[in-house]
Structures are given as C-alpha cells and as structure tokens.
C-alpha cells in the first residue's frame, strides 16, 4: 500500500519531470521561426531585418503575456494554465499554414509565441514543490526545457527538406496537444493551490502581486536575464543564418550546428541549479559574466585583411575567426549562459517567496524581450554596419553593463550590512598624513609608521 509521503513523492516527481517535459515541446514551438523563417525569407525575398523581425515575433507574444501567466499560475495554479497555454499555441501553430504573405506571417507568428508564455507558468508550479535548498536544482532541471530550440534545429530541417516547411507547423501543433493531454491526466495541482481549497481561502488580487514590481532590484535582475536567456533565444534563432551567410553551409548542416549552441545553453542549466546551491546564485552570476564577457569579446572580432609595411615589401595577412573556433566559442558561450540562466531564477524564490509567479514572470517578460528585440537589432546591424560579428559586439556590450552593474549592487549592500568597509582604505602612511596634526603622532604609533623627524625629507 502506498504510503502518503511515498504518493507526495510520487506528485512532485511527476510535476517536475513533465513541466520540464512540456516545457520542451513548447519551446521547440516558440523556436519555429529559426528553421522554417530561412525557407520563408527565400520565398518571400525578404531582407534580414523583416527576416528577424519574423523570427522575433513569436518572442514578442511570448515574452508579454509571461507577467499575466506568472500570476495566474500563483492565482489558479499552474497545472491547468499551463495545459491551456499548449492549446492555445497548438491551435495557432497549426493556422500558421494559412499564412500567405509578410503580414500574414506576422499574424500567426504572434498566436505562435504564446507557447513562450509557458517558462513563467512552470517557474511557479514547479517552485512550489520543492523547499528553498533545493529550488535552485529543480528549476534548473525544468529550465533545461530550453533544449527544445535544438530538437527544433535537428528535426525541422530534415521534415522541411522532405515534406516542405507546412509539415514542421503541423507535426509541431500536433506534438503540443499531445504533450496538453499527458500533463493534464499525469500531474497535480501544486500544494500551495491544495491548501488553498482546502482553507477556502481566495487568490490574492493581481495589485498585491505587482507590489515587488516597484524594487529595482527586480529590473537589475531583468538585465540580467535579458542578457542570459534573452541572448540565448536571439542567437538560437540567429545562428542558423550566420551559418549559412558566413560559412555558406546549406541549411540541415547550418541547423544541426545551431544545435552545438543551443543544447549546452540548455543542458548545463541543470548544473547551474545545482552550483547556485552549493556556492550561492552570486557567485555563479560572476563566472556567467566574466566568461560571456571573454567569449563575446573573441567572436566580435571581424574579418580583417592586414596589410603592414615590411622591410622588403609590404606583407600581407588575414585574420578570421574560422569555422571550428567559432563553433567552440558558441558552445562555450551557451554554457556560461546556462549557468546564469538557472542563478537568476534561485534569487527569485529566495528574495520573494510569495510572489515567484509575478516576479518571475516580469524577470521572464524582460529576458523574453532580449530574444525578441536582439534578432531584430542583429538584422539591422548587418544591414547598416554590414560586419557579420556586429551581432556579438552589441552582447559584449549588454554583458559589460550588467557586469559592472552587478559588482556595484552587491559593493553597495556589503557597505550597507558592514559599514566598516566604507571607511578609508589607503596605505596606512597616507591614512596617517591624512589625520588632523593634533592625532598623527598617535595614529602613527598605532598604525607602526615612525613619525617623520625634523630634518626628515
């Protein structure tokens, strides 16, 4: 006979594993645009800002209702948001085969994106299992969903060259309202939603779970996932096209490559969870920032044909990033942005228990908006600077800021909890001539710096 605890177990486990699970299907959905939007582009001879304004709008969607979805996650629980969440992306995937011309496209990318919507909705259900010393691990599992932009870059191109772009939208509709259905039949509602019934108790009004949204802590931390998710959705649509522009590959090879970025930016997000555990979410946030900042820094660097002026003639030379560095940089990339993408969420349960729907939701909102706005502003660097690595020289930007932001912030509160660090940290020589003449003598005996004597220079 099961026991109880053995059933609670039971319940958590299934929660977890099929949030994830789900989560994955709905981002292989969110993604589409990364594989069929290179086929649309040729048919519709698009520019490479209308082809990254298509690949971000499912973003757009996606990333604005996160704020509304996180709190009715907290409201009506998460497990019936999110099976509505894969319905409706199912039903508007498969429309998508309707489209007909650039607006139309448009259109039905904007219905495609609320399978976006789905990472605010299992932060909060997923949360609410599992105790705070654990929070981190879990979500970085459920976060790991991300993996769902490489089974997109590996199957769509192999469905598309068979069976044309139409049957991805379809076979992609029909995977969500499967994946409704096992969620739906196979997990429970979250414990705190069970209490809540019990208790007769009503939601709290959506003006109380906004109130966290005035610290500006929040929007620090929404820089943050701007950068590490934000960046991470933008390139998993871009590098299917830098392939093909830079490295002239066809597009099955140029997508299964995409993959070596996307599945480290997915997989080691687990890993993160974990390391935001054991070392703290802080800690994890400046390895995610120094090594972002070392990898940007590499692949910003453009092609450069060197001529210098030799002793015997000039000499001539080129400097370009080849195929295989590059390829190892991008993965390295993805890794340091899944570790920061799982060490952003552990802040959230821990700073504010009671509202990780809404925070999580405008952090998630933030972040999604970084994967909307960088494809666009990456087209539009090609189209007026014309360097293909311009795209990694505005996420060398985005992550210096937040660098040097984050070192501030965290400066400023260790002041503020011990003021003895705001005291004078020169030399002990300079801080003894700094001293009123009456008290240097003495400052000086305590310090161990001799006074200096008269004839002293």
């Given at each position: 006979m099961m026991t109880e605890d053995t059933g609670e177990h039971g319940a958590q486990s299934r929660a977890l594993w099929l949030s994830t699970l789900s989560f994955t299907v709905c981002f292989a959905v969110w993604t589409i645009f990364s594989i069929i939007g290179v086929q649309i582009k040729k048919d519709l001879g698009l520019s490479d800002t209308q082809f990254g304004l298509l690949a971000g709008t499912p973003?757009?969607?996606?990333?604005?209702?996160?704020?509304?979805?996180?709190?009715?996650?907290?409201?009506?629980?998460g497990r019936i948001v999110n099976v509505a969440v894969m319905v409706t992306a199912a039903i508007a995937t498969w429309l998508l085969t309707f489209a007909y011309d650039y607006p139309t496209f448009l259109l039905a990318a904007l219905g495609v994106g609320v399978a976006g919507g789905s990472f605010a909705v299992g932060i909060a259900y997923v949360s609410k299992w599992?105790?705070?010393?654990?929070?981190?691990?879990?979500?970085?599992?459920?976060?790991?969903?991300?993996?769902?932009?490489?089974v997109t870059k590996f199957l769509a191109p192999m469905v598309m060259v068979h069976f044309g772009w139409t049957m991805v939208a379809n076979l992609w509709a029909v995977g969500l309202l499967v994946m409704a259905a096992i969620f739906w039949f196979m997990t429970s509602d979250d414990p705190d939603l069970a209490e809540r019934r019990k208790s007769g108790k009503k939601p709290e009004p959506m003006s109380a779970m906004l109130k966290p949204l005035r610290n500006l802590q929040v929007w620090r931390f929404s820089l943050y996932y701007f950068f590490v998710f934000g960046g991470f959705v933008a390139l998993a649509l871009w590098l299917p096209r830098y392939y093909v522009g830079v490295y002239g590959l066809d597009i099955v090879t140029a997508g299964l490559l995409g993959a070596a970025y996307s599945i480290p930016g997915s997989l080691f997000r687990v890993l993160g969870g974990t390391l935001s555990?054991?070392?703290?979410?802080?800690?994890?946030?400046?390895?995610?920032?120094?090594?972002?900042?070392?990898?940007?820094?590499?692949?910003?660097?453009?092609?450069?044909?060197?001529?210098?002026?030799?002793?015997?003639?000039?000499?001539?030379?080129?400097?370009?990033?080849?195929?295989?560095?590059?390829?190892?940089?991008?993965?390295?990339?993805?890794?340091?942005?899944?570790?920061?993408?799982?060490?952003?969420?552990?802040?959230?349960?821990?700073?504010?228990?009671?509202?990780?729907?809404?925070?999580?939701g405008i952090v998630g909102l933030i972040g999604g908006l970084g994967g909307f706005i960088l494809p666009i502003a990456f087209?539009?660097?090609?189209?007026?600077?014309?360097?293909?690595?311009?795209?990694?020289?505005?996420?060398f930007l985005i992550v210096a800021v937040s660098l040097a932001w984050m070192h501030l912030a965290i400066r400023e509160m260790e002041k503020q909890a011990h003021p003895e660090l705001a005291r004078p940290r020169d030399l002990p020589e300079l801080e003894a001539l700094n001293l009123p003449k009456a008290k240097s003598r003495k400052a000086a005996k305590v310090l161990g710096v001799a006074p200096a004597g008269p004839g002293a220079r």
């Open positions: 973003i757009l969607t996606g990333s604005l209702i996160r704020l509304v979805l996180g709190i009715w996650a907290d409201q009506y629980g599992f105790p705070k010393e654990k929070q981190g691990t879990a979500l970085g599992i459920f976060g790991a969903g991300n993996v769902g932009a490489a555990d054991k070392h703290g979410a802080r800690k994890v946030m400046y390895w995610t920032f120094i090594g972002s900042l070392v990898c940007t820094f590499l692949l910003s660097y453009p092609a450069t044909h060197y001529i210098v002026s030799g002793i015997k003639g000039p000499i001539e030379f080129t400097f370009a990033l080849g195929f295989v560095p590059f390829t190892i940089l991008t993965f390295c990339l993805g890794f340091f942005m899944s570790l920061g993408k799982a060490a952003v969420y552990k802040h959230i349960p821990v700073y504010y228990p009671g509202r990780v729907g809404a925070v999580g087209g539009i660097l090609n189209d007026v600077v014309g360097v293909w690595t311009s795209c990694f020289m505005l996420l």
